[in-house]
């Protein structure tokens, strides 16, 4: 018992930061029941180099005391921390303003300086209006706000010539770029300003600047360049400093996108081929003096370095005769190297990034090494991972140690590539001769458990080589564990699955030559997303990809970016071009985001108008781009004892369900931005689709054309029916099913509203059935076939078949570990409540069912934690919840004898009100604090 608790201590810790355990210890105050901690500025921490002139301010409250509210705050900024130790807010001091909201707080002081750093904190009062202490003070710092900011320009090697030769244009070498400065003056503060064309690696006096990987980041070149902001201060020094860089192809001008699709896609260059740095140091002295060093005509650049080529898809190859030692400290002798070209054609606008970078979010090591064929080794990381290794090698000088990524193993041992189609995913590392080094790669990223390795010589250790995780690194806010292992291996899958597709884009899969911010997979997976990391600030940047690749008549793209011209190609494919709809509401459900609904509402009308106008006749048939609909349902699957068909549900049904749900989506954005003409439009057209929709595809006995499991889940999860209808269609799901032979035929967008429906029309056992089951087709199938991510078809691998087609049979694609959230919202019961949105009112429902005997787990949301935890013996249910201060839940305890309840729980807090008896469930009103139920449970 002890070593549970200490573990379940252990699992909580990573969910609460430093600063909420320190304020739960140490409250004690005595002034007030409210603490405001967690401070953050655009949903990050402390962040550096933002360019909103207005930004958001957010915090949470701990308290101790059951039912604390927030009754006021008081915001101070302040240009000097010391100014603002002293309580003084110069910039902005907002008074004492009566509100409870610890969200989304607008900034509304003087206006915010280019690069100026602003320190800020804040009190608030309780409902009894006792004060806080000050919190902790937080900062963020200003970018470059306005273009004339910018000195610097773009620098790099001399444009390449057009490509003659024939296929694709070889990758030259990674450009080194240095330039020498001097400073003679004490040092106050360094902050530099950088981006490129390509990836960059920044260097200042031979230490890497910062910790990000792959930056400048994805976005579309020609409309939105991101830039990093780093602090260097501790970095220069007095005397001569060296800033230098490296370059590489990055998604710039690497490979993307799939050979299948057509021959000319993955080629170089898809945004342009020269690669580029920009970087801007802003320097201030001890005397008020300033000075600026901006890349330019001044910097030296030298084309023959050690990284030889790099590129995602295809991986890195270094050589180590050509490290150049000493290249970016100050001492160097750079007199051979060349001057750099100036400038580029690039038009895209400098934006600054305002989510978390890639970071190396964790480190793997081998669980085992095995040696297929003589002299190959394959090294197994025991994890389904994205990044790269790190590797120990030595031999004499020429050496070349080849090593290939692959997901899986053929039967005979030897790595699986044949998945990876386009995508070598291999690095090389040609020896020196000096001894032992450490090589890892600096440009690309693999999608892989198993790292083969070729050219070693001799039998390696374990201890040679490290799997480096590569992610967005989004702080991880959910967890969840139940008494069914199979369950938890799920939700890890699930968590993987995110790490690894989440690397500046939600991706499809991280391995084959695609990798591209496929809509259809990331709007039904961001819920999920957002269940298991906090997701705002990735999925805002997203949000704005997928505007930047709207058409001129509205359509959104299959995927974002989109860099293949959406004009002419892969827009508008219906249920994937629907994201640009469902996940900014999604932004707004979980956060209560105005400002994304604000900025994105005009674009998501003209989405849908651009239907309504294509089609008056109601039915999504016209102004609809590539057919993928229910991607991958079961009449995909090729197994023996499985049905061919009987899953794929009617393609103009499936289309005109997303019409119906996007366009009521949208009028739910105009409701929330007071737009009441659009909201009762938008409203009016959502009916008039559903009633077409019921005339052409729905029987009176609620049976829907195609009589399929995917039809029925969407019709009643998308809420196309009148009640009337619903009860009938329910049951057709269930026989829906039953058919299957209790066994799931839906595809990407039709399995969790399956999942969630069964449980909506009291289905939870089949459900349960579903989710718990190892038989073919299942997730537990895949577990079983020793999965360590989720696979993208429910065949990828059948035993006794083997694998599916190798053209497209991802290992890791997260969109049916959807299923995620159905846990959250199901087995833990945390629903958020679109009324209020944000959770600051939200639904605590499990749901216990199938095997289970207790489940646990938490979302810390953005108003604080919500922790669940429940447990079934002796025909009872325990059931404890944590929920955050200032907030409101409704409960609904589950129970077959809801009459029992009040004996059962003779001592109930009075901040918990029952306000309904249900026949199979107790609904209570809590405020936030801890409790503890019990009620009568027969399983
Ligand atoms: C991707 C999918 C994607 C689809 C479009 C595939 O190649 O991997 O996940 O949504 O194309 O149907």
Not at 329 to 346: A, E, F, H, L, R
């Amino acid at each position: 018992m002890k070593k549970i608790l200490i573990l379940i201590f252990i699992l909580t810790i990573p969910i609460m930061s430093q600063a909420e355990m320190k304020t739960l210890k140490s409250n004690s105050s005595g002034e007030s029941f409210l603490h405001p901690i967690s401070l953050t500025c655009e949903y990050l921490q402390n962040p550096l180099g933002i360019d909103v002139q207005q930004p958001r301010f957010f915090w949470k409250v701990a308290s101790d005391q059951n039912g604390a509210k927030q009754s006021a705050y008081r915001i101070l900024v302040s240009g000097d921390p010391d100014m603002l130790a002293r309580n003084k807010g110069e910039i902005w001091d907002s008074g004492k303003i009566k509100s409870d909201k610890t969200i989304q707080i607008v900034y509304n002081g003087k206006p915010l300086e280019t690069t100026k750093k602003y320190f800020w904190k804040v009190r608030v009062w309780d409902q009894d209006d006792a004060q806080s202490e000050w919190s902790e003070s937080a900062f963020f710092s200003m970018g470059m706000l306005h273009p004339a900011d910018w000195k610097a320009k773009w620098i790099g090697a001399p444009p390449e010539e057009p490509y003659k030769g024939k296929g694709d244009p070889p990758i030259p070498p990674s450009p080194l770029l240095r330039k020498s400065f001097t400073t003679v003056k004490t040092i106050k503060r360094g902050m530099v300003y950088v981006s490129a064309l390509g990836d960059y690696e920044l260097y200042l006096n031979g230490a890497r600047v910062g910790d990000h990987f792959l930056a400048p980041e994805w976005t579309d070149y020609l409309k939105r360049v991101q830039y990093q902001t780093f602090d260097v201060t501790e970095m220069l020094s007095q005397g001569e400093n060296v800033v230098a860089a490296i370059l590489g192809d990055g998604w710039y001008a690497g490979r993307l996108g799939p050979v299948r699709w057509d021959k000319n896609y993955p080629r170089r260059g898809p945004y342009g081929l020269d690669r580029r740095l920009l970087m801007q140091m802003e320097i201030e002295y001890a005397d008020g003096s300033k000075e600026t060093i901006v890349s330019d005509g001044s910097w030296k650049i030298y084309l023959d370095g050690p990284i030889r080529s790099a590129d995602n898809f295809l991986g890195e190859t270094q050589d180590a005769r050509k490290q150049i030692p000493g290249w970016d400290k100050p001492g160097y002798n750079d007199s051979q190297w060349q001057p750099v070209s100036v400038g580029t054609k690039i038009s895209g606008k400098l934006v600054a990034q305002m989510n978390e970078p890639i970071r190396v979010v964790k480190k793997l090591h081998p669980i085992s090494i095995s040696e297929p064929t003589p002299d190959v080794y394959i090294f197994d990381l025991g994890q389904n991972m994205v990044g790269w290794c790190r590797i120990r090698l030595k031999g004499p000088a020429g050496t070349e140690i080849t090593l290939r990524h692959g997901e899986m193993l053929n039967l005979d041992g030897t790595l699986y590539t044949a998945n990876l189609a386009g995508a070598l995913q291999t690095d090389r590392y040609i020896l020196n001769g000096k001894g032992e080094q450490f090589f890892e790669p600096h440009f690309t990223f693999h999608g892989f458990r198993y790292v083969e390795v070729t050219g070693l010589g001799e039998k390696p250790t374990p201890d040679i080589l490290t799997g480096i995780v590569l992610s967005s690194d989004m702080q991880q806010v959910g967890s969840f564990e139940c008494s069914n292992p199979l369950l938890n291996k799920l939700m890890q899958n699930i968590i993987w699955g995110q790490r690894g597709n989440m690397l500046s884009v939600p991706t499809d899969c991280p391995q084959r030559d695609e990798r591209m911010g496929w809509m259809g997979d990331a709007q039904v997976f961001a819920q999920t997303a957002i269940f298991n990391m906090n997701a705002a600030a990735f999925f805002s940047k997203w949000v704005k990809d997928i505007r930047d690749a709207q058409t001129a008549d509205g359509r959104y793209p299959d995927f974002a970016p989109q860099p293949f011209n959406p004009e002419k190609h892969f827009s508008d494919a219906p249920g994937w071009a629907d994201a640009g709809i469902i996940v900014p509401w999604r932004i707004y459900e979980n956060y209560d985001d105005k400002r994304i609904l604000e900025e994105h509402y005009q674009s998501a009308k003209r989405f849908i108008e651009n239907i309504r106008q294509n089609n008056p006749n109601l039915l999504w048939e016209n102004s609809k781009g590539n057919k993928y609909s229910d991607w991958l349902n079961g009449d995909k699957i090729k197994a023996e004892g499985y049905p061919k068909s009987g899953a794929a549900v009617p393609y103009l049904f499936y289309t005109t369900a997303y019409y119906s749900y996007s366009t009521r989506i949208l009028a739910e954005m105009a409701r929330e931005l007071r737009k009441t003409q659009d909201a009762n439009f938008y409203t009016h057209l959502a009916d008039q689709i559903n009633a077409k929709l019921i005339e052409k595809f729905v029987l009176p006995d609620g049976r829907i054309q195609g009589d399929t499991q995917a039809g029925y889940a969407l019709a009643l999860n998308f809420k196309l029916l009148p009640p009337e209808l619903e009860q009938k269609a329910a049951l057709h799901l269930f026989d829906a099913v039953k058919k299957y032979d209790d066994r799931i035929s839906t595809g990407f967008h039709s399995t969790l509203p399956l999942m969630k429906e069964l449980v909506r029309w009291d289905y939870t056992d089949l459900a349960y059935k579903l989710v718990e089951s190892t038989r073919f087709p299942s997730w537990g199938y895949s577990i079983k076939q020793g999965a360590t991510t989720v696979w993208e078809r429910w065949d990828a691998y059948v035993s006794g078949r083997g694998f599916q087609d190798a053209g497209m049979n991802s290992f890791n694609h997260y969109a049916y570990g959807a299923i995620g959230e159905w846990i959250y919202r199901t087995i833990l019961g945390i629903n958020p409540d679109d009324k209020h949105p944000g959770f600051k009112h939200f639904f605590i429902k499990p749901k216990p069912g199938g095997s289970l005997t207790w489940a646990r787990g938490e979302y810390n949301s953005i108003h604080g934690k919500i922790h669940v935890d429940w447990k079934l013996a002796d025909g009872k249910i325990n059931l404890k919840i944590e929920t955050p201060a200032n907030t409101n839940a409704t409960v609904v305890v589950p129970t077959n004898n809801p009459a029992s309840f009040a004996k059962m729980n003779p001592a109930l807090p009075k901040d918990v009100k029952i306000i309904k008896m249900g026949k199979k469930d107790v609904t209570l009103s809590v405020q936030g604090g801890t409790y503890a139920f019990v009620a009568s449970f027969e399983k």
